[in-house]
């Protein structure tokens, strides 16, 4: 099967990190994945849900929202309750990334990752927690600078991708197309260390067999040690 972008069936889409694309937020990027677009800025505030003041540790959480031109066609603009879809992957981005941080180490303190799609071709959550990890990296990196927290803040890097099966063909990185005609899609989020934070996964057809899921999930694993070494080369240029 020849795909549509001419990609081998085990390869990445470019990726493409820009960092501080916004003024004022604590931590920035833009992520291009492919023709997927996620603006992702972190913000940091004193405070925490009265739930954690208790704990005497931080909060992280997510809010993710596809802007009206995203898509083919103009969606309504997105309020915070306006879409379950958003709500589901709002959390999904939140637990992947508290992975990330040791939120006792936070002290008193909340990140707030907005991840705006400003272009949609496939993978916008994938994309959304990989370039998330990026900007809560950078964020973190001006608390430790200025000796507000620990280094030990900031526990692993995240990153997660996508993979399904197309016409009976294992392929990492769906693009749009891709993943409306999949019959499996597949969501993989991991940690630096190689451990798993989350999977998603739905058979749209016939179930699935264990041999053909292990497939997929080794794929997405490969492709997610790729994005790794692509976060940590840009922050170590920072």
Same mark, same amino acid.
């Given at each position: ?36 677009? *996620? ?5 940091v505030?004193?405070?925490?849900? =009265? ?20 898509t083919?066609r ?32 936070? !002290? =008193?303190?909340?990140? +707030? ?8 071709? !496939? ?25 507000? *927290? ?10 997660? *991708? ?16 891709e993943?409306?005609?999949?019959? *499996?899609?597949?969501?993989? &989020?991991?940690?630096? +260390?190689?451990?798993? &934070? ?6 749209? !057809? ?33």
């Amino acid at each position: 099967m020849s795909r549509i972008d001419n990609r081998a069936s085990n390869q990445l889409r470019p990726v493409k990190f820009t960092p501080g694309f916004t003024r004022y937020a604590e931590g920035s990027v833009l992520i291009e994945a492919g023709q997927t677009h *996620v603006l992702c800025n972190a913000s940091v505030d004193e405070g925490v849900p =009265p739930w954690r003041e208790a704990s005497g540790g931080g909060w992280l959480t997510a809010e993710y929202a596809l802007l009206p031109r995203a898509t083919h066609r103009r969606i309504t603009r997105q309020r915070g309750t306006d879409s379950a879809r958003s709500q589901e992957i709002s959390r999904l981005i939140g637990r992947a990334l508290r992975a990330a941080v040791d939120l006792d180490r936070l !002290g =008193p303190r909340t990140i +707030t990752i907005d991840c705006d799609v400003i272009q949609a071709d !496939g993978g916008t959550r994938t994309a959304s927690i990989t370039g998330g990890y990026v900007a809560v990296a950078l964020a973190l990196q001006n608390l430790i600078e200025a000796g507000q *927290v620990p280094p030990e803040a900031l526990v692993t890097p995240v990153a997660a *991708v996508s993979s399904g099966v197309v016409a009976k063909q294992l392929l990492l990185d769906l693009c749009y197309e891709e993943d409306s005609a999949a019959e *499996v899609d597949l969501n993989v &989020v991991m940690t630096g +260390t190689g451990k798993f &934070v989350e999977i998603q996964g739905t058979a749209e !057809g016939e179930p699935i067999d264990r041999e053909t899921l292990i497939g997929l999930i080794d794929l997405a694993r490969d492709g997610i040690e790729q994005l790794l070494v692509e976060q940590a080369t840009l922050l170590s240029k920072i």
